[in-house]
Structure formats: C-alpha cells, structure tokens
C-alpha cells in the first residue's frame, strides 16, 4: 500500500481515537504507528505534527467548533476527531491550504462514513472559512480564557494560578503548546562531548552543546536513538531537567546507593557514569519488564556497578540493612505534570484526586525508604511534576513528621552553575519555560548524625 497525504490525516484520525479510548500514551502510540506502516521521514514529520499539535489544542479547537456543529453529542467520535484535526491544519499548519485539508476531510469521511457525513464535515468547514473563527474575547474570566486559549482544564489552570500566579501560568501554559527538543546525556566513560558532539555531526546531525548541563547535547533535527553511536553507548536520551538528580545527589566513587523507583534507568545510570562505574547501585522497580529495561541500558553503556532489583520500594525495609546506604534518591510517581509538551493528552485525563492520591503515595515511600540511609547520608526526593502538592508540600510534611532529617542547604554546591539562581534553599523548582526542559523538582534532605 503506497501512502498518500490522506494516508497520513486518516491514521492520524485514527490515532486520535485510540488515545481518547484506551488513555493510552500518545508517545508510545504514534512510535508503534510510525514502525507498523513504514512511513517516510517526510510523512512522519506530518503525522507527528498533526496527531500532537491537535491532541495539543484540542479545547482550542473544541470552542472553534461548537458553534458550527449543531447536534454534536450525536455524532459519531471519530467525525469530531476528523473535524479538530482538519481545523488544526487551516488555523495552525501555513503550509498546507485549506481547501486541501477540507477536501482531504471530505474524502476520508466518504471513506469511513456515507455521503451525509461527507456533506457535514464539507458543510462545517466551509461555514468556518467563510465566517471565520469565534473570538475568545468572548470568555470574560481571564483564568477561564486562558485555559481554554492554551488548552489546558480550567481546574489546572486555577490551581496553577493559585501557586505560582496568573503569569507564570501563562508563560507554562504557551510552552506547553511547543515541541520538546530531543537532549542526549554523553556517557563520559566512553568518549568526550566533543568527540561525541563530532561523531553525530558527521552522522548528518544538527546538535547544539547543552549551555546548562556539561555532559548534555541537544538533537536540533532528527533521532538520534536510531544511531550507531547510540547502539554503542555513546549517550543515552534523557531530558536535561532529569539529569539535575545525579547533580543533586552527588555519589562519589565508591558509594552503596539506592535508587528506588530506577526505570527505564536514566538516573541510575548516570549516577553509575558519575561514580565511573565504581561502588554500587541498587536500583529497583516494580515491574520485571521495567526492570529489564534498566538493564538494558546499563549493557548498552557499559556500566557494571548497577544491580538491579524487582521490588516494592514500600518494602525495602525487609530486603536491605537499616542505615546501609551513603545516598539514596527517590524519583517517585508523580502526576507527570513537568512533561505534557511531551505527553498531551495527559492533562485531560489527570484529575485533582490524582494529586492528592499520590501525594500519600509520595509519603509512603519517603517512610519507607528512609531509614535504610545511614546518617549523616543524603536523601533527594524528586519528580517531574509542577505542583506544590506533590513538591513542596509533601517535602514539608515529611521533615515535620521527621525531625531526625533537615534541609541539605549544600545542594547549590554540587549544581551546574546555570541552574543555581533557581535553587532558594535546598530545593529547586524547575518550569518547563526556565531552560527550556521538562518540568521537575528536586529536593535534598539530610539525615542528621
């Protein structure tokens, strides 16, 4: 079968269906979608475009539309999917003209429909052609315009401006709406960034030296998972934000640590790059298919001091020796609220009860981790969320509740220079529009002697 534009829009519909059904991660969606019809890098491009930046905008695109759909609840899913999708392109995409996206709509609701639905979905576009876009002027309440300008739930976006203020939102809300650039962490005890930096470039590669992380790289145009260097452990991905834990937690060689929420292993593996393959690190995940990944890449690095366990971190307790570990990081379930640039349509289906469940979750495994740091060892306690809920708060909760651990006022010390402004005390905030990475949080406690 030879793909055709249309091609593209369809699977993209499609796309669009089985996220919205399944909840499934659109990431791992439009991957798998990608390797199954053999797409060309041109046709990629597209349908990545369209099935993100419509799941993107998609209140945006909603409040466009209710006025030209008349009986929208009776609609079938996917005619609504194809109309926010044909929309996408006519307001956001310059390259493509609209009587090309409407007439490619028009041939897929044939296609999937009859002649009626055809006729709709001609209908519905051409009135928003001739009449032209609804005014968001017309939402009163900032908060409320805001969100649906940025396409973002209302009770989000109200917390958020409750948090951090109307700006600040703003500003978190718009990135969001842009494409994340890809960032590599070189695994320096293999090759330099510079040799590393040179190997990619010859590739065909257009990468840019990270200015905030020493050992980072940023990808400008294509992947670089799907290079030889890659396969011979050169780098690994992982975004930049991320890669501030092993800053954070600072192993030195030699070290017993615990990382205890490990896959896919990007941390643990650069502590281990960080220790140069010294020590030991014990990283453990629930799930043995995680775990598999974990050690995966610590293969494919070349790293030999991480040891990997399947395990409930709540558990630990009965596993390993009390006060045994010099360091012990605690990446724990969060919302994911840092990484929608990445995952979109994560924010629709997130509710303020998540928070506040994992909120407890996050306090749980603080109890449970903790007492197997020996004291005067570190604990960091981090996630890629934006909320104070599952951040600060939670952070304050435990050090209420636990007067043996305190602030580790050192952490600015051990942190990329680039990154030190943000630090106010032992904690640092990161929003995704600080350094142009994910959202993430990190906190270093120390347990007193």
């Not at 539309?65 to 956001?92: C, G, S």
């Not at 140069?276 to 990944?293: A, F, M, P």
């Not at 104070?388 to 050192?410: A, C, M, R, S, W």
Request: one cysteine or more; proline letters at 4%.
């Amino acid at each position: 079968m030879t793909f055709t534009k249309k091609n593209v829009r369809a699977i993209a519909m499609d796309l669009l269906v089985t996220i919205e059904k399944n909840q499934s991660y659109s990431n791992l969606l439009l991957n798998s979608t990608i390797e199954k019809n053999q797409l060309s890098a041109v046709d990629v491009g597209l349908l990545t475009e369209l099935t993100y930046g419509t799941l993107q905008r998609r209140m945006v695109l909603d409040f466009y539309l209710t006025p030209f759909v008349k009986d929208n609840k009776k609609l079938a899913n996917w005619i609504h999917h194809l109309l926010r999708l044909t929309l996408y392109q006519m307001v956001y995409l310059d390259r493509i003209p609209d009587r090309a996206a409407i007439f490619e709509a028009v041939e897929i609701a044939k296609e999937r429909g009859h002649k009626g639905i055809a006729s709709l979905v001609n209908g519905v576009l051409r009135n928003i052609q001739r009449q032209g876009l609804p005014s968001l002027e017309e939402v009163s309440d900032p908060v409320e315009r805001l969100a649906i300008e940025t396409s973002h739930p209302l009770w989000l976006v109200t917390r958020w401006v409750n948090q951090f203020g109307y700006d600040k939102t703003k500003e978190m809300c718009e990135i969001n709406l842009t494409a994340p650039l890809q960032t590599a962490r070189v695994n320096l005890t293999k090759i330099s960034r510079d040799e590393c930096v040179a190997l990619l470039e010859e590739d065909g590669f257009q990468i840019e030296k990270s200015p905030i992380i020493p050992e980072a790289i940023r990808s400008l145009k294509g992947n670089l998972a799907s290079t030889i260097s890659f396969n011979y452990g050169m780098f690994t991905i992982q975004d930049e934000s991320s890669m501030l834990a092993a800053y954070a937690l600072g192993a030195r060689e030699d070290e017993y640590i615990l990382d205890a929420c490990a896959a896919p292993g990007g941390k643990s593996t650069h502590i281990a790059e960080k220790m140069k393959n010294t020590g030991e690190i014990i990283s453990v995940d629930l799930h043995q298919h995680k775990v598999r990944l974990i050690n995966d890449n610590a293969k494919r690095l070349g790293l030999s001091n991480i040891i990997t366990s399947v395990a409930d971190s709540r558990h630990l307790q009965e596993k390993f020796k009390l006060e045994s570990f010099d360091r012990i990081l605690l990446d724990a379930p969060c919302s994911g609220l840092g990484v929608m640039r990445r995952k979109p349509d994560m924010k629709y289906t997130k509710t303020e009860q998540d928070i506040e469940r994992l909120s407890t979750i996050q306090q749980n495994l603080l109890e449970s981790v903790t007492p197997l740091l020996k004291k005067g060892g570190i604990l960091v306690y981090s996630t890629c969320t934006v909320d104070k809920g599952e951040n600060e708060l939670t952070v304050k909760q435990f050090l209420e509740n636990h007067p043996d651990f305190e602030g580790d006022t050192t952490l600015k010390s051990r942190m990329p220079e680039a990154v030190q402004p943000l630090i106010t005390n032992f904690d640092l905030q990161i929003f995704p529009q600080d350094i142009g990475s994910d959202g993430f949080y990190i906190a270093a406690l120390r347990k007193k002697v």
